[in-house]
């Protein structure tokens, strides 16, 4: 087996260490672009990521804010004169939903504000808290809803316009599944947990709409309980969201990360060290909002220079950020391989 030292050219002086990074650059982008062409055109230039991604969760949750009031408007007036209580389910999670945007536009908000002495790694961690809200509301109305439905069980009462009715649950699964489709794919683009859960939420609130015109077709047909039983379906619905939202959510809040994205953070840095003398030996991974921050301990030939292993960590940093545009900082250690072995025995 090679000695690694031996693949360092001139490591002890500052010519050497620029060297061995246009070296490495070279026999990287020789055998990586190959895999990863299509990933060198991000760019990073004067315009902060952390911007572009709060700018896009800002306009994803204005707009979604739109459809659903516009929804939950015309559904209010069918309400007035039907008395669903399916569609009363469906109205108060349309609005509900609408009110997530508060405190999730207030979290990319801040997320765009200069961190502080106080705060250092910045304002990130309030959408996670916006995600927590959104959860809230989530199971609120999922409690309200199953209420409601075990009521008009024990009191039916007669449903009048079922063909408005009907009407308002179409428009209200459009709606819903619009500004489902819109979250979601904004949310992921741009990692956040939150704006995906109120994607889901969105979504879920789409299947209400479709029970309620169930109900509507129930109750046309000749069976009063169908509008009660659609409400209490629409609750167990709501409750696996609920579920579902949670584990994303408090996963983030505990500084959980997903292991596809470890794995995706290791594939790129054992291509960023390619060619050089370098063993990764920890990776660690946390989202603080839509944004990932990572460390990684590079072990080095012992006899390498300081200059050099610095050359090779920010080498490492540009190549990770070229890669992956979600990544706000990246700490690299680098130790020699006696000290390495030392602290893992």
Request: net charge negative.
């Given at each position: 087996?090679?000695?690694?030292?031996?693949?360092?050219?001139d490591s002890d002086?500052?010519?050497?260490?620029?060297?061995?990074?246009?070296?490495?650059?070279?026999?990287?982008?020789?055998?990586?672009?190959?895999?990863?062409?299509?990933?060198?055109?991000?760019?990073?230039?004067?315009?902060?990521?952390?911007?572009?991604?709060?700018?896009?969760?800002?306009?994803?949750?204005?707009?979604?804010?739109?459809?659903?009031?516009?929804?939950?408007?015309?559904?209010?007036?069918?309400?007035?004169?039907?008395?669903?209580?399916?569609?009363?389910?469906?109205?108060?999670?349309?609005?509900?939903?609408?009110?997530?945007?508060?405190?999730?536009?207030?979290?990319?908000?801040?997320?765009?504000?200069?961190?502080?002495?106080?705060?250092?790694?910045?304002?990130?961690?309030?959408?996670?808290?916006?995600?927590?809200?959104?959860?809230?509301?989530?199971?609120?109305?999922?409690?309200?809803?199953?209420?409601?439905?075990?009521?008009?069980?024990?009191?039916?009462?007669?449903?009048?316009?079922?063909?408005?009715?009907?009407?308002?649950?179409?428009?209200?699964?459009?709606?819903?599944?619009?500004?489902?489709?819109?979250?979601?794919?904004?949310?992921?683009?741009?990692?956040?947990?939150?704006?995906?859960?109120?994607?889901?939420?969105?979504?879920?609130?789409?299947?209400?709409?479709?029970?309620?015109?169930?109900?509507?077709?129930g109750v046309g047909?000749?069976?009063?309980?169908?509008?009660?039983?659609?409400?209490?379906?629409?609750?167990?619905?709501?409750?696996?969201?609920?579920?579902?939202?949670?584990?994303?959510?408090?996963?983030?809040?505990?500084?959980?990360?997903?292991?596809?994205?470890?794995?995706?953070?290791?594939h790129e840095i054992?291509?960023?060290?390619?060619?050089?003398?370098?063993?990764?030996?920890?990776?660690?991974?946390?989202?603080?909002?839509?944004?990932?921050?990572?460390?990684?301990?590079?072990?080095?030939?012992?006899?390498?220079?300081?200059?050099?292993?610095?050359?090779?960590?920010?080498?490492?940093?540009?190549?990770?950020?070229?890669?992956?545009?979600?990544?706000?900082?990246?700490?690299?250690?680098?130790?020699?391989?006696?000290?390495?072995?030392?602290?893992?025995?």
């Amino acid at each position: 087996m090679p000695n690694p030292a031996s693949q360092v050219p001139d490591s002890d002086t500052i010519e050497g260490a620029i060297a061995l990074v246009t070296t490495i650059d070279r026999d990287h982008h020789h055998g990586h672009d190959h895999h990863h062409g299509h990933e060198h055109s991000h760019t990073h230039g004067a315009v902060d990521p952390e911007i572009v991604a709060s700018e896009r969760g800002l306009w994803a949750v204005k707009w979604s804010f739109v459809g659903l009031l516009i929804t939950a408007i015309a559904q209010a007036v069918v309400f007035a004169l039907s008395g669903s209580v399916a569609l009363m389910a469906d109205l108060i999670h349309n609005v509900g939903d609408a009110m997530t945007s508060v405190p999730l536009g207030v979290a990319f908000l801040l997320a765009r504000a200069k961190p502080s002495p106080r705060f250092a790694y910045g304002y990130g961690r309030a959408e996670d808290l916006a995600g927590v809200a959104i959860v809230a509301v989530i199971f609120l109305s999922a409690l309200i809803t199953g209420y409601e439905s075990i009521e008009r069980l024990r009191h039916p009462q007669p449903l009048a316009h079922l063909g408005a009715l009907a009407v308002a649950a179409v428009i209200g699964f459009i709606g819903n599944e619009v500004v489902a489709l819109f979250r979601l794919r904004v949310g992921r683009a741009i990692n956040s947990a939150a704006l995906v859960a109120d994607g889901l939420h969105a979504r879920a609130d789409g299947l209400v709409s479709l029970a309620v015109l169930v109900s509507a077709l129930g109750v046309g047909l000749g069976y009063p309980w169908a509008d009660p039983v659609m409400g209490l379906v629409i609750t167990l619905v709501l409750l696996r969201v609920v579920w579902q939202s949670t584990q994303t959510v408090f996963t983030r809040l505990l500084d959980g990360v997903e292991p596809e994205m470890v794995d995706r953070l290791r594939h790129e840095i054992a291509h960023g060290v390619e060619g050089a003398a370098a063993t990764v030996t920890q990776v660690k991974a946390r989202w603080l909002g839509h944004r990932l921050y990572g460390e990684v301990n590079l072990a080095v030939a012992p006899g390498l220079s300081v200059a050099a292993g610095d050359a090779i960590a920010s080498h490492l940093r540009t190549h990770l950020h070229q890669q992956l545009p979600y990544l706000a900082e990246v700490t690299i250690q680098v130790q020699p391989q006696e000290s390495t072995a030392l602290a893992l025995n």
